[in-house]
Every structure is written in C-alpha cells, then in structure tokens.
C-alpha cells in the first residue's frame, strides 16, 4: 500500500497524520492556505479580557508558527492601530484595520467578531509582500532577533 504523511492541526498544535494515497482527496479541505506566506502562520488564538473591572482591555493571543518554532505573543487593539498607521504611511497597499468602538466593545459577541477581523487583518498584512517584510510588522510581531521569521518575511513570493 502506498501511505504518505499530510501535517494537520488540531488544538492549534500541528500533528503527523498517515494517510493512503487514495484518501488524499477527502483531506484537502484541511489544508489551511489561508496565511498566504508559505513558511509562516499566525493565528489568533483567542482573546483575553484583563484589568480591573472599572478599566478592562481585551488582548488578543497570536501563535506564529515556522517549521520548527511556535512563538507565542499577545497584543492590544491599540497595538494594531499603531501598526496600521505605520503601514498606511508607508505604503497605498496596506489592508484596512477594523474600526475602533467606544461603546459595548467589551461584549463577549463583539470581542468574538473583532478577534475575527483581527485575524483577516493580519491575513491580509502577511499576503502583502511589502507589508509583511517592513520593519512596522516584524516589531509587531516581535520578529527581530528570530533570524528564520525574519527571512520568511523578507522573502518575496512569485
């Protein structure tokens, strides 16, 4: 029987799964080609709500997967607004960040929502060769000093 490995997530965590070659069509719905720069994955993995109940915030917490590192980092919505203001100086391509709410953001349905257009957010910067290898991102990211990060976010994708 001819077997082959197919690498799949579950929990978040990637996981060796064997397969017959017959059965690769059923499992290419798994396939995540959402993150469109190959060698580099981040996702938002849930959102958080911290502080004191008088002020609480919400952070978001990103997993940025390589081949062989997971890096785990969290960010404040107002984080996401500094990158986006430096994007948009820099560049006409840069994606368009969700809007900020001043009131109900606290909801567990709006924080659902906003994680979600967070993670299109980052989608979309890590697609655009020019977003992804500026400096802006890579600090967002936390990317310096993580020489395998950062030569997949320079590299540029025909």
């Known amino acids: 029987r001819d077997m082959m490995r197919m690498v799949v997530e579950r929990a978040g965590w990637p996981c060796l799964q064997v397969l017959e070659d017959g059965s690769w069509m059923q499992h290419s719905d798994r396939l995540d080609v959402h993150n469109c720069r190959s060698g580099m994955r981040i996702v938002i993995a849930k959102a958080e709500t911290l502080g004191p109940k008088t002020t609480p915030y919400t952070i978001y917490v990103m997993h940025i997967k390589t081949a062989f590192t997971i890096r785990i980092i969290s960010r404040r919505y107002r984080q996401f607004k500094e990158l986006d203001h430096h994007l948009k100086s820099l560049m006409s391509s840069a994606p368009s960040l ?14 659902s929502e906003r994680k979600r257009q967070l993670q ?13 290898s500026s400096a802006s991102f890579k600090t967002f990211l936390g990317a310096f000093g993580h020489a395998s990060e950062e030569a997949i976010l320079d590299r540029r994708e025909e």
């Open 98 to 111: 969700p809007c900020k709410k001043t009131f109900g953001k606290m909801s567990p349905q709006f924080i």
């Open 120 to 132: 299109s957010y980052v989608d979309a910067v890590l697609g655009d060769a020019e977003c992804s």
